[in-house]
Structure formats: C-alpha cells, structure tokens
C-alpha cells in the first residue's frame, strides 16, 4: 500500500512543501476521525484504515512500513494525544456564549474568553471583571478558555476524588484514596501537581530539542541526497564523455567494448540513483512526522492545561524519545562517483590490436634458436642445445641507464658468433668474429 497517497517523487521536496495540517487525516484531508496510531508514528483515521490490513499487518499508505494489528479490529490504537488536541479544537470553533451576559463571543474574541472552573461556566471579559469581584467569589478558579479543566481531568473516575499527586514510577495522576492504596516504596516516587508538572515541561523541552536536532539533520540529509543524485547525474556525463573521447581516437574493433562499457556505466548509474533516491524517500516520509509531532507539542503545551499535561504529556514524551531511537538513515550507504574502469578494459581490448602480449623466448617451437637459427646449423655433439638451456639476458635497451659500462655480448649474439666460426668459411666477417672472440675470452 505505500505510495497510495502520494505519486512517485518527481520533485524531492514534494513531502516537505506540502502543507501538512497535524489534524488532518492525509488520505481524506478531512479533520481526525478517531484518529489511529501506526508503528511508524503516521496517524490517518480509522475508517481510512479499515479492510487495510492483511494477516495481522498493515502497511503505512504513506510510507510503507508494516504495522502490527490486535484484536478483530482490524485496526492500530486510538490516539489519545491527537483526540485529545481534535477535541480541543473543535470546542475552540465553537460558539461560545457567557453564562452570565449571554453574549456570544465569536472566533476573533475566544482569546478574550474566560472559563471559571469552579463554576464550571464561560465568562467574557467585562463579567469576569463585573460580577465576578465579589467576595463570594475570591476563591473560584479563574483560567483562560483555552486552559479550562474539564471533569474527567479533575477528579479520579476511581474514588470521584481529585486528583493531588502524581506517580512519576506509573506516570499517573493520584487522588488522596489512590495515595493511601499505594505500597510505602511505591509513595516515595509521588509528588505534587505543581512539581509534576515543572519536571514534565523540563523533560518535554529536551524531547522537543532531540526532535529538533534529527529535524535539523533530516534536511541537512536531503540537501545531501539531492546533491549527490545531481553528481551522480553528472559523474554519469563526464565518464560517458570520457568514454566517447577514448573511444573516438580507437579503431572499428572497439565498438562493442564501447557498448559493454556504456552499459556498465548506465547500470551503475541507475543503481546508485536508485539507492539514494530510496533513502531520500524513506527521509521525505519522515520529515512531516517530525513537523506534526512538533507542532503536535506546540499545540498540546498552548491547549492543555496542568492536569491535562500530566496525563498524556509523559506519553508525547516517550513517543517523542522513540521516534528519535528510530534507525534514521540520514548517511548515503554508498558515494556518487561512478568508476567503469574504462582505460584497463580499453587495454585489454586493445592487446591483440597493438600486439601488447607478452614477449617471445629465444627457444621456439619445432627446434627453432631464435630468429635465423634452425637445428640444420647446430654445433655438433650437442653443446648448442646444452647452451640453449640458459636463460637469456635481457634486451639492450634494458640497460641504457647504466652508464658508460662495456656491455658482454648476449646470449643469443655469443651463439650466432660460435656458430659462424663453426661453419670454417674464411671471411672477413669469420676473421673480425674469431678476433672478438679472443678479446672476449681474454
């Protein structure tokens, strides 16, 4: 199912410009509807997910990661953390009419609102200044609209008692019934509302930097990639212009070496281009949970008030925690340069063409001894084929850097001269060859 939201990537940035509303689903852009909770920290709503999983998993539709699924359901959990700031924002779109005036306030002024908990009513501004300055009234709890407490909140569904502690060992709210229940170890991890709630805000701040910093390092990451596929991109161009130059000083016998080693380029191309673009992907999905939980704390911290954080904010948090111990890979598994190995393959194409093998020996085939020697013009009783056997030195040329040392004749040259005084004939060659002969020896 991945991929059903969004088409294949045209565009890189495609994820991180689109305007990603944290409570609105992705695959019916309508706002949550009991909003479900993936393993990957996608959130899309349940009727959006229902008949999608198969053999107690389903894949994310945005990007692809499975799911495990309990229950006849068929479905992830609820949750909370998002139904919470859906139900809080659909009560701030709400009319609001105070409850002494019956004036109705509208969008613009809800920020000017007034909520009495005590009371359990909304005030606008000239009632809360108005009626609610007598002294019967000092001891109400007045808050803004937006932080009002609602009664689930207030008081234990247990012992209909409120809340007044807070276990930091089960990241729960306690009322003095749940306190006196509680084991003398287990008392000792309980504090206050107000101490609670100052420890959480600390703990929620480094969660929010640690989201941050993988933020910050998401996009560096992108950036990268995006660099990366252009250099692949033009590391392909410049080895393929290589390619084509070397190629077009060679003769016809080339053509299909060129073709081998093109292929071979395109190939490499294609699979790095597809590697970085995968791990691009993986980081685009990734980006907009980054941005929804951020703005998800943003909004939970400016709607819920000190009881409401208490409850779900240790929860933002440890999701918070998880989603940065995720295996992020924000590194390129490979680099972007491109390598074919063009001039070695050229070479060895090129052997038999510029007879680059490897030289002959002094003995050859059917009883030759080098060039102008054949076994008709042997020394008799075999001392030729005796000092055939020994290794040959090596050319001349070899030894050019020497200096100015008096060279001994070669093998081969030291065979040929044995072999023309050997044929007796009195020549002036034969004459000059049995002197050098002598002074040789001598």
Known sequence: MAGGIFSPLGSCSELEKANCHPL?????????????????????????????????????????HPSVVRGGTGLPPVDRLLQFL??????????????NCDRCCTKAELDTMYFCNTCGQPLCAPCREETHRARMFTRHEIVSLSKRTKDIHKKC????????????????MLCIN??????GESR?????????YMQGCQRLDQAVMAVKELQTSTREAIVLLKAM??????????????????FSRMQEQLSERKKTLLKAVQSQHEEKEKAFKEQLAHLASLLPTLQVHLVTCSAFLSSANKAEFLDL???????????????????PAQTSKINSEYRAEFARCLEPLLM?????????????????ITGTNMLPGGQCSKTLMVPSCPPSSDKMSTGPMVKKPTMHRYISTKVLLAEGRETPFAEHCRNYENTYRV
């Open 24 to 64: 609105v689903c992705l695959l019916c852009h309508e706002p949550y509807q009991h909003p479900c909770l993936l393993d990957c920290y996608h959130n899309f709503c349940a009727s959006c997910l229902r008949g999608r999983a198969s053999d107690g998993r389903l894949r994310c539709p945005l990007c692809g």
């Open 86 to 99: 859906v139900d809080s924002s659909a009560d701030s779109e709400e009319n609001v009419q105070c409850a």
């Open 356 to 372: 680059l093998s490897p030289r002959r020996s002094v003995v050859g085939s059917a009883g030759g001894i080098g060039p102008g």
């Open 157 to 172: 569904p247990l012992h209909e008692e409120p809340y007044i502690m807070f276990s930091t060992e089960k990241k729960s």
């Open 188 to 196: 000792a991890h309980c504090i206050d509302i107000e101490t609670a």
């Open 229 to 246: 596929i252009e250099e692949v991109r033009n590391s392909a161009s410049e080895e393929e212009a290589a390619i084509n130059s070397l």
């Open 178 to 183: 749940c306190f006196r229940d509680m084991q």
């Open 313 to 331: 904010g240790y929860q933002l948090m440890e999701r918070l925690q998880r989603i940065v111990k995720l295996p992020h890979r924000l590194r």
